[in-house]
C-alpha cells in the first residue's frame, strides 16, 4: 500500500512532441505528490508538485494531472525538448507525519533531436 | 553557496571492507536522508534523520549504519555485512513539512561506490 507505481520504464519522443509519464498509488493518506527529474551522475531535483485538492497545476511546458478518484498522477512535457532527457521519478508522501517520501521506480525519457 | 555536499564522487572498496560516506548540507535543515539507487530500482530509503541524535531504519537499512552528532552531517557507513554494496548513494535533507508549506527533499550529487 506504499508502492507508488511508474509508467513507463523508458520513454522516446520527438523533440516537440508531448511526453507523458503515468503514477498510481494505493494509499489514500499521501496528501503531497512531486515529481523529480534527475540528470546522469546527478543527484535529482524537484520539478513540480501537486497537492490532492487540485486536479491540474502547470509550471511552463510541464503539467501535473491528478485523479483522486482513480488515484493515478501524470506529469505532461509539452513541446519535449532533447534538454528535457533524463530520468523522471514521481513520488508521494504523507506531510506532517514522518516526512518520508516513497519514490516510484522512476522513467528514462529521451528526447531525439 | 547553500546546498548538499557529498563525498567522494566516486569510491572503490575491495569487498570486506567498512566505508564511510559522507554528507553535509548548509541549509539548515532539520531532516536528513540517505537513499540507495540501482538500475531499475528507483531511490530506495536507507536511513533516515528528523532531528539530531535521532534516526530511523528505513526500508533497507541491514548492512548499513548512520549517526547526526550535529545537524550539518550524517554519515553513511556501509559494512561488510551489506551483501550487494555497489550503487550509487544519494543523501538528501529537508524542513519538516510544518515549514515551510511543503517537504521538498533537496538531493546532493551522489557517491557512486564500487566494490571490488
Known amino acids: 500500500q506504499q508502492q507508488v507505481k511508474q509508467s513507463p520504464q523508458s520513454l522516446i519522443v520527438q523533440k516537440g512532441g508531448i511526453s507523458i509519464i503515468n503514477c498510481a498509488y494505493e494509499?489514500?493518506?499521501?496528501?503531497?505528490f512531486p515529481w523529480y527529474q534527475q540528470f546522469p551522475g546527478k543527484g535529482p531535483a524537484l520539478l513540480i508538485a501537486?497537492?490532492?485538492?487540485?486536479s491540474e497545476k502547470k509550471e511552463g511546458r510541464f503539467t501535473i494531472s491528478f485523479n483522486k478518484s482513480a488515484k493515478q498522477f501524470s506529469l505532461h512535457i509539452m513541446d519535449s525538448q532533447p534538454g528535457d532527457s533524463a530520468t523522471y521519478f514521481c513520488a508521494a508522501s504523507i506531510r506532517n507525519r514522518d516526512d518520508k517520501i516513497i519514490f516510484g521506480k522512476g522513467t528514462r525519457l529521451h528526447i531525439l533531436p | 553557496d547553500g546546498g548538499i555536499t557529498q563525498s567522494p564522487k566516486y569510491l572503490f572498496r575491495k569487498e570486506g571492507q567498512n566505508v564511510t560516506l559522507s554528507c553535509e548540507q548548509n541549509?539548515?535543515?532539520?531532516?536528513m536522508y540517505w537513499y540507495r539507487q540501482d538500475p531499475g530500482q528507483g531511490l530506495r530509503l536507507i536511513y533516515y534523520?528528523?532531528?539530531?541524535?535521532?534516526?530511523q531504519k528505513g526500508d533497507i537499512a541491514e548492512g548499513y549504519s548512520v549517526s547526526r552528532e550535529k545537524k550539518e552531517s550524517f554519515p553513511l557507513t556501509v559494512t561488510s555485512a551489506q551483501k550487494n554494496p555497489t550503487a550509487f548513494y544519494l543523501c538528501a535533507s529537508s524542513t519538516p513539512s510544518g515549514r515551510p508549506l511543503n517537504n521538498e527533499q533537496f538531493f546532493g550529487p551522489g557517491t557512486r561506490l564500487t566494490v571490488l
Open positions: 541549509l539548515n535543515h532539520d531532516a
Open positions: 534523520s528528523q532531528i539530531v541524535n535521532d534516526f
Open positions: 494509499n489514500t493518506a499521501f496528501d503531497y
Open positions: 501537486i497537492r490532492p485538492d487540485v
